[in-house]
C-alpha cells in the first residue's frame, strides 16, 4: 500500500497543493494522508483559526473527522475515487511530524507540501531549514515542493533528474527511475558543466554502468553552462519539464543551489514542482 504524507496549514496554497497531491495519490493508487499540528502556545492565522473553529479541533483529534476545505475538493475531483486519512498531532510541526512519521504506523513514501512564490511559506521554511533537513535525512523520504500557481493534470510525462554523477546519486536515481516507469515518463538526468574542465563523458560512462535498473525512455543530458538558472529554466521550458529532481546533499552542487536560491527561482519563474530527495 503506498502512502503520501501531505502537510498542511490550511493556507490557500495549502489548497492548491492539495490538489495537486491528490491527482498524484489517485494515478498512483495511492492513500493520501492529510497532517496537520497544532500548539496551543504558537499563534495561528486567520484561516487556521477560522478552520479550528468549524471542527472543533480537540474533538476533531479523538474522533478523526475530516477536514472540510478538502472534502469539497475530493467531491470535486473527476479523476477518480481518493483514500484518504485525517491526522491531527498536537505539538511543534517539525517534531510532531518526525515522530508520526518514525512511528511507522503509516509507511510513509513521499510527502507533498505548498510552497508560496516568494519562497516565504512557513511550510518551506521549515522544510528548508538546516536543523530540519537533518530531520527530513533521518525521515529518508523525498519532499515535493508545489508552487503556488503549479497544476497537475495527473500526468508527469517529463521528469528531470540534476546530477554531478557521484556514486551516492545512484540508489536515488534508481528509486525515481520507478517513478518514471509508473507514470510511464521520460526521465532526464542532466549535468550542468560549471567547471569546464575535463571531457564529463568518461564519468558519465562509470556512473551508467553502475546503475542496477534500466529503463528505455531515460536520456543522459551534459550541458556547458556558465549560468546554471538560466540554462536549467531555458532547458525546462524546451523539454516541458514537469518536476525537478535533486539529492538534497551537502557534497552536492545542486543542492547548494536550492538551498539558497535555485529552488525559489524555479518556483518565482517556472511554476514546476522540485522534488527534494534527502540521503543519510
Known sequence: MKNILFPTDFSEISLNAFAYAMAYAQK??????VYHSYHEDVSVDEKTRSIYDKIDIDNFRNKKDKFPPFEKLIKASTKGNLKVK???DQGVFVNSLFNYVAKRDDKIEIIIMGTRNTGNSSL???FMETNTIKILEEI????????????FDGELNNIMFLVDYRDEEI????????????FSAMLHVVHFDLAHGESITPLMTKFKENLNVSYKKTKFVSIDSINLKKSLSEYCKEKNIDIICLLNQERNLYQRFFTFSL????INNLDIPVMAIYKK
Open 28 to 33: 498512483l493508487d495511492a492513500t493520501l494522508i
Open 140 to 151: 529518508d523520504k523525498p519532499v515535493i515542493a508545489v508552487p503556488a500557481n503549479a497544476k
Open 124 to 126: 518551506f521554511n521549515i
Open 171 to 182: 540508489i536515488p536515481l534508481e528509486k525515481l527511475t520507478k517513478v518514471a516507469k509508473e
Open 86 to 88: 485525517y491526522i491531527v
Open 263 to 266: 529552488a525559489e527561482d524555479l
